[in-house]
C-alpha cells in the first residue's frame, strides 16, 4: 500500500496537473489558430463590453430568459459549479497535504460544511443523471459519453465522501479517491469538460455577434 | 531528622511524579487533541509504548527532540518532560512547522520513509478506534 500511495499521490499527481495544464493550453492555441485560419473576421467584430455584457447574464442566476425558463434546473446548475470548485479547493485535507508539500496555505471550510457541500455535488449529479434519462428533450441530444463524463465528476465527490467516514475499505477507498480527482483533471481538456475553459469565448463570440452584427440580446 | 523526613517525602513524591508520567505515556492510546482550538478530525491513535516498541524506536529524542539556539538538533538531548504544544505554536514560525504540521512531518514523515506505518487521513484519525489488542497493521 505505501508504494500505490506513494505513486498516486506523488508522481501521478504531477502527470495529472500537467496534462491539465498543458492540454488546457493546447486546446485554447488550436482554438485561436482554427478560428483565425478560417473565420478571422470573427476578431474584427470581437467586442470587450457586448462580451462582458453576455457573460456578465450569464453568470447571474435568473438573468437570461433561459435561465428563468427552466427555474429549477438553473438552482441546481449554479449550486452544482458553485460547490464543484468551493469544495476540492477550500478543503480541510487538500490544504492539510498542499502546506506539508510546499508551505503555502489558506482559509479552510470546516469539515461538517464540506461534507455537506460535497453530499449536494452528488445530489446534483443524481438529477442531472435523472434528467438525461427521464427528460425526453435531453434524451434526444444524449451520447453515451455524456454518462462517463458524469461518472468522472461524480466519482471524486463520491469516493471522497466514503474515505472521509472511511466507510467501504478505508486505505482502496482513499486511492480510488486520489485517482478518481486525476481522472478528473486529466479529463477536463479533452472531454467536454472542456466548458470550463471555452464557456467564456462562447459567450463572448456570442454576444459580440449579437451584441454588435445583430444588434440583439444573446439572453 | 525533620531533612530526612522531607527529603523522603521529596524522593516518593519524586518517584510518583514519574510513575505517573511512565503510567501515561504508557496508557497513551491517542495524542491529546486538546491543544487545537477546534479538532476536524478523531484524535489520532497512538499507543505510545506498544508503538515504539513495534517500530524499534530505542531514542526518545526521534520524537521528544531538543535545538540549540541556532537551530541544531542536540543529538544527546531529549524533551519527554515538555509537550510539542510548548514549542510549537498553531501557526509556522519561521522554519519551526506549527503544531499540526509537527506531527504529521514528524509521525508520516518517518512512516513514509521506512514504507511502514500509517500514512493516510484516516488510518491514523480514525472514527472508529479499533479494538484494544495491541498494534494493527500499517
New interface residues.
Given amino acids: 500500500m505505501?508504494?500505490v500511495?506513494?505513486f498516486v499521490t506523488g508522481p501521478m499527481v504531477w502527470v495529472a496537473f500537467g496534462v491539465f495544464v498543458a492540454g488546457c493550453l493546447f486546446r485554447l492555441v488550436v482554438l485561436l489558430s482554427q478560428v483565425s485560419r478560417k473565420e478571422p473576421f470573427i476578431f474584427s467584430y470581437m467586442n470587450l463590453k457586448w462580451s462582458l455584457r453576455s457573460i456578465g447574464h450569464w453568470i447571474v442566476p435568473f438573468a437570461t430568459v433561459n435561465w428563468r425558463r427552466h427555474p429549477v434546473l438553473t438552482v441546481v446548475t449554479f449550486v452544482f459549479h458553485i460547490c464543484l470548485f468551493l469544495v476540492p479547493i477550500f478543503l480541510?485535507?487538500h490544504i492539510?497535504l498542499v502546506?506539508?508539500a510546499w508551505?503555502i496555505s489558506w482559509a479552510a471550510l470546516?469539515?461538517g460544511l464540506a461534507d455537506a457541500l460535497t453530499l449536494t455535488v452528488i445530489a446534483c449529479c443524481l438529477f442531472f443523471l435523472v434528467r438525461r434519462i427521464r427528460s425526453p428533450e435531453v434524451k434526444f441530444v444524449t451520447y453515451p459519453s455524456d454518462y462517463v463524463i458524469l461518472a468522472i465528476v461524480a466519482a471524486p465527490f463520491v469516493t471522497g465522501f466514503l474515505?472521509?467516514?472511511?466507510w467501504f475499505g478505508?486505505?482502496v477507498m482513499?486511492i480510488l479517491h486520489v485517482i478518481a480527482g486525476e481522472i478528473m483533471l486529466i479529463a477536463i481538456p479533452f472531454t467536454r469538460l472542456s466548458h470550463m475553459l471555452f464557456a467564456v469565448f462562447t459567450r463572448a463570440y456570442m454576444g459580440s455577434e449579437f451584441g454588435g452584427v445583430r444588434k440583439a440580446k444573446d439572453w | 531528622m525533620k531533612k530526612a523526613a522531607v527529603s523522603l517525602i521529596l524522593i516518593l513524591a519524586g518517584c510518583a511524579l514519574l510513575m505517573a508520567a511512565a503510567a501515561a505515556q504508557e496508557d497513551m492510546v491517542v495524542v491529546d487533541p486538546g491543544p487545537f482550538e477546534n479538532p476536524q478530525r478523531p484524535p489520532s491513535t497512538f499507543r505510545h509504548e506498544e508503538h515504539n516498541l513495534a517500530a524499534d524506536i530505542w531514542e526518545c529524542n526521534v520524537c521528544h527532540h531538543v535545538y540549540d539556539e541556532e537551530g541544531n538538533l542536540l543529538d544527546d538531548e531529549s524533551s519527554e518532560d515538555m509537550r510539542c504544544v510548548d514549542c510549537h505554536f498553531l501557526e509556522d514560525t519561521g522554519t519551526q512547522p506549527g503544531l499540526m504540521k509537527a506531527f504529521h512531518l514528524n509521525c508520516k514523515g518517518c512512516h513514509i520513509k521506512e514504507a511502514k506505518g500509517p500514512v493516510m487521513c484516516g488510518e491514523c484519525h480514525r472514527w472508529r478506534q479499533p479494538a484494544a489488542d495491541g498494534p494493527g497493521a500499517g
Fill in positions: 505505501h508504494s500511495y506513494s480541510l485535507s492539510v502546506d506539508e508551505s470546516p469539515d474515505a472521509y467516514h472511511q478505508y486505505p482513499f
